[in-house]
Structure formats: structure tokens, C-alpha cells
């Protein structure tokens, strides 16, 4: 048995003292600590947080080792039938994939902060907490007391637990099932509410797929007293971090829910029915693959879809999201340039960050919107009674529940098989390709009686310069340039910070300024590293940015009726 111990004496410093125990076989032995996390497909680094880093054999002396890899300790044991490592892990950051420690809780993704040796990694695991004695526990570990056992490494790593006096709890149950739900931090929950919507979308997603990976969930929502919205996806639970507390129940309460329907859906799509590539995961490396669209993609549309088809939201609301999906595609000129598919392979590359400007799109946007474009394929191919749950609902019975991984080829053939149709150009000109998304979009929408429109933004700075900008105290940052418009052909830059408009201060008001000086050459006062630069911005007789949305038809043709029916059932 492999045991760890998780100590937290001095939890100001935020360091977290670890100690594992393995046993050894070989004169050499390799000591790993994971190079990424599921869920978030870059590397982490997680070893620039290790502190300390020591190794002993059974008797107590210190053993030689040596660095080999960034998060890889070569370690002398010969003659050796057991090592103790031990090391502090410096645990500052809190969001839904990291390790945290602060006076009010330990919180940890064992797969940030937790050593192993392939030889003992299928060996079962035992976690001692030296906690206080007040704090609650909040995990899919099994437990007994400050002890959570785990039956390898790869279910360890998958587990994050939350430790903390300041830990809620409710619970529901649907099919046989119970869903735990545990929120930490400041918050006056509405239990009642959140338990009948929670029931509601999970009974929706469980009765589509027909059946649940695991015999439990826990939803582990940390809420903040800021602003934040972040969720990760494990095998038998969720970590969730939304904030500010006050919000969480008022404007934020469709956040929470959307996240909490997304992650609940990765439990059978990634966590269950996952890319041939990640097939098992290797933590050691990049684990490279074409497929976020199908991981993140499908995940983000029917986690809002199932909220629509459940009664939590209507359909306003589920339009509302969708809203945002269009916005963020068409804004994003990264759309031209490279596919959805070599976008998922290049978030090892550059993350999750907007990188270089219209170089790659989002696997969760683009993938969200084909996911409804096939979805809608599948409804035409048979006369709407399938849709894209029945596709996944296969995937997972004839791929996960038979030990498989998911190639895109298996994919293709198994939504040929549902729909009947051939998706030979959909892939080639969409997933593969970057061809234009409208004509598909619109027809997508117009045969479930929904209307794609678009009209300029009546943001000013938007729709007639071309640029788009975020408040930055009274003045504003740059962070959008439609290319052509007047503000790509006046020399604005990304994160130039506008500072006055025809001499004028902006104190807060860029749009109004832009306004009264409508029919006047408008001249931009900015900062860019550290100097004050003009710029004058041409007038052009066109509009640049619009805004998308997507409404009901006024009046449904039977066809659309039906349509329409087919997909939200």
C-alpha cells in the first residue's frame, strides 16, 4: 500500500508538508509528479511549487537523488525496499483545478501536488490529513475519519477533497443514485432551489444516457467573496469556485447552474467516453489531441441544453446562452486562420489564453456551435426522432463501456450510423477546415423555427471604429481591433490604454465622447509603453463589429413545429 500524509502547521506560509511511502524494487527508481492535469489540456508545472524535496530509505538515512525533468527525481535504491519522500508544496492559488491552504481550509487536487513511481501506481492508497479537528471533509474518497483511502494512483488524482469548518452540506437522489452537494465559504444557500434544479437537470442527462459511470457525485463548489467562475471535471465529482458570495443566488444563480450542468455532463463525455490519445492519461506528457471539440465542444452545448429540455431555463434563457457562443465566434477573426480541430491540438501550445490575435479559436465555442449544427443534421436524417444525446448515449455504451478510447473516425461513423446522412464535407469544411459558420448556422436555426440576426453594435467604439475596449479605471483598454477598420488604420494596438478623445478625458465615458464627436475627425490620446501617443482614426462608411442573437420564428410551419419538438425532447 502507498500512503501519504498532508500536514498544514503553518498555514499562513501556505506551504502544505507532503510525505509518500513506496516500496521499491529496482536500484533505480523514478519519482514523478504530474506534468498537467485532465481537464485542463496545457501543462501545469506543477513541480515549481516544490519545496524541499528529500528522499530516505526504510532506516530513516537520506538517499541520494537527482533532478532528471522539470517534475522527475532520480532516486538511488539500490539495496532498498521502501522510500519516504517528503516535500512542501506551496498551495497559494485558489480556482477549481489547483491546491490551496489558508487558516479557514485545506484544499487539494491530489494530481497537483501528489508523487508517484510507476512501479506502485496500481498499488491501493491510504491519505492521513493531520487536520484540525473541527474541519469537515468533503470528498469522493472513501473515508473514515481523517482517513481517505483510494484504490490507485490514477483514482487519487482524480479526487479533490476539501477540508474546512466552513463547509455546507445537501444532498439528492435520482435513479438509485445520490448526489452530494457541498458548498465552502461565505454563502446563505437556498437549499430548496438549488436542490429542485439540480434534481431536475441531472434526472434530464441521466434518463438520456440511461445509465451512470459511477455509484455517487459530489458537487465541490468553493464560493469566493470575488468574482470568479471556473469548474473542473473528475470522475465521481466536480470543484467548482464561483463568487462573490452575494451574487451567487442572485445574478450568478444561471452561472452556477450552467457550470454545475456542464462539469455533471463530463462525468460520461471525457470522464467516461474520452479521446483515443488520453486513453489511459499520461501524465507525464502532453497528451495531444484533435477532439476538444467533441470533450468541450459537445460538453458546453448540452450542458445548456439539458437545462432548457429539464424546465430550469427557458427558452429565453437557453437562447441567452447561445447568444454569447455566436458573439464570441464571430468576434473572433482566429476563425479564418486555423480549425477547430488544430485549435484543440495547440491548447498544449499557448493554453487557454487569447494568444496571438486571430490565430485559433475556442474549442468550447466553435465546438458548441457544431454540436448544435449536428445535432440538427441528425434530426433532418431521421425524421426528428434522434438527435446528438443518442450519438453520445452509443459512444458510451459501445466505446467507454467496452474498455475504448474515441478516434474522430469513430466519431464520424457513429453519427453517420444515427443520422443516415454522410458527414464526409462537415467534417473536411468545419472540424478540419475553416470555412465560414453562417450558411450552416442559419440553416441549423431556421429548420427548428429559430432566426439567426445581427445588427451593429450600438456600442460606438463597436460598430463605427472597429475596436473593442474594457474599462481600466477612468480610462480603457484595448482588446479587440476589427482588421480594416478605422482603428486597425489608425495604428490603435492591443492593450494601447485610450486616455482622452479629441483632447477631452475620457474619465470613464468612451462611448459618449465618441458620440458627441461623431460627425469630427476623431483624434485618440493613448498610452503604450509609457509614452503618450496621437492617433487619428479615418472615417469609413460601413460598420464593423454586430451584434448576433437568435430568436423564435413569430409563427412556426408545421415542418418547424416538429422540428422544434424533435429537439428539445
Known amino acids: 500500500m502507498v500512503k501519504y500524509s498532508f500536514s498544514c502547521e503553518n498555514p499562513s506560509q501556505q506551504y502544505i508538508s507532503i510525505k509518500a511511502n513506496f516500496k521499491v524494487k529496482k536500484d533505480v527508481t523514478i519519482v514523478h509528479l504530474p506534468s498537467w492535469r485532465p481537464g485542463r489540456y496545457e501543462l501545469g508545472n506543477f513541480a515549481k511549487n516544490v519545496k524541499g524535496f528529500k528522499v530516505f530509505g526504510e532506516d530513516n538515512k537520506p538517499l541520494q537523488f537527482s533532478k532528471v525533468s522539470k517534475d522527475e527525481w532520480e532516486v538511488n535504491t539500490k539495496g532498498k525496499t521502501e522510500i519516504k519522500v517528503e516535500y512542501h508544496y506551496f498551495a497559494a492559488e485558489l480556482n477549481a483545478g489547483s491546491t490551496y491552504l489558508n487558516q479557514d481550509q485545506l484544499y487539494v487536487n491530489p494530481v497537483n501536488c501528489c508523487v508517484y513511481t510507476d512501479d506502485t501506481a496500481i498499488e491501493p492508497i491510504e491519505i492521513n490529513l493531520n487536520i484540525p479537528g473541527d474541519w469537515t471533509i468533503a470528498t469522493s474518497l472513501k473515508k473514515s475519519g481523517t482517513i481517505l483511502n483510494a484504490d490507485n494512483f490514477e483514482e487519487l488524482a482524480d479526487s479533490p477533497f476539501i477540508c474546512s469548518n466552513d463547509l455546507q452540506y445537501d444532498q439528492y437522489e435520482v435513479n438509485g443514485i445520490v448526489f452530494h452537494v457541498w458548498l465552502n465559504g461565505e454563502i446563505k444557500p437556498d437549499w430548496k432551489r438549488l436542490i429542485k434544479d439540480f434534481k431536475a ?64 455532463y463530463h462525468t460520461w463525455n471525457v470522464k467516461a467516453i474520452r479521446p483515443i490519445d488520453m486513453f489511459p492519461y499520461n501524465y507525464k506528457k502532453e497528451n495531444y489531441s484533435r477532439l476538444g471539440y467533441i470533450c468541450e465542444g459537445v460538453t458546453t452545448y448540452m450542458g445548456d441544453l439539458f437545462l432548457y429540455k429539464s424546465g430550469v431555463f427557458n427558452l429565453q434563457q437557453y437562447l441567452l446562452e447561445m447568444n ?216 469609413v462608411d460601413r460598420n464593423f463589429y454586430m451584434e448576433y442573437s437568435v430568436v423564435p420564428v413569430k409563427k412556426l410551419t408545421t415542418a418547424q413545429k416538429k422540428a422544434f419538438d424533435g429537439w428539445r425532447k
Open 324 to 539: 454569447k457562443q455566436l458573439q464570441k465566434h464571430f468576434d473572433n477573426h482566429g476563425r479564418f486562420n486555423y480549425s477547430v480541430a488544430e485549435s484543440s491540438f495547440d491548447t498544449w501550445l499557448d493554453g487557454y489564453t487569447p494568444g496571438s490575435p486571430a490565430r485559433k479559436v475556442s474549442i468550447y465555442t466553435e465546438g458548441c456551435l457544431l454540436a448544435f449544427v449536428t445535432d440538427v443534421m441528425i434530426l433532418k436524417g431521421t425524421d426528428n426522432q434522434l438527435g446528438l444525446d443518442t450519438v453520445m448515449k452509443r459512444l458510451y455504451f459501445d466505446y467507454y463501456a467496452k474498455g475504448k478510447g474515441v478516434s474522430e473516425q469513430d466519431y464520424k461513423s457513429v453519427l453517420e450510423n444515427v443520422a443516415g446522412i454522410p458527414f464526409d464535407s462537415f467534417f473536411e469544411d468545419f472540424i478540419n477546415g475553416n470555412k465560414p459558420y453562417e450558411s450552416i448556422l442559419t440553416d441549423a436555426f431556421e429548420y427548428v423555427g429559430l432566426e439567426l440576426q445581427h445588427k451593429p453594435s450600438p456600442i460606438y467604439s463597436q460598430g463605427r471604429l472597429g475596436f473593442k475596449a474594457i474599462p481600466n479605471g477612468a480610462n480603457f483598454l484595448v482588446k479587440l481591433i476589427y482588421p480594416g477598420s478605422p482603428a486597425n488604420l489608425g495604428g490603435l494596438m492591443l492593450e494601447d490604454e485610450i486616455i482622452a478623445i479629441n483632447g477631452y478625458a475620457c474619465h470613464g465615458e468612451l462611448d459618449k465622447w465618441l458620440k458627441y464627436f461623431d460627425n469630427d475627425l476623431k483624434h485618440l490620446t493613448v498610452l503604450r509603453g509609457g509614452k503618450i501617443i496621437q492617433h487619428t482614426l479615418p472615417e
Open 201 to 264: 437537470f441531472t434526472s434530464s442527462q441521466l434518463n438520456k444516457f440511461m445509465e451512470f459511470p459511477v455509484p455517487e457525485y459530489h458537487f465541490l463548489i468553493q464560493i469566493l467573496p470575488y468574482k470568479a467562475y471556473h469548474g473542473v471535471e473528475h470522475q465521481r465529482s466536480t470543484v467548482i469556485t464561483l463568487g462573490p458570495s452575494y451574487e451567487v443566488f442572485d445574478t450568478m444563480y444561471k452561472e452556477l447552474l450552467g457550470v454545475s450542468s456542464h462539469e455533471l
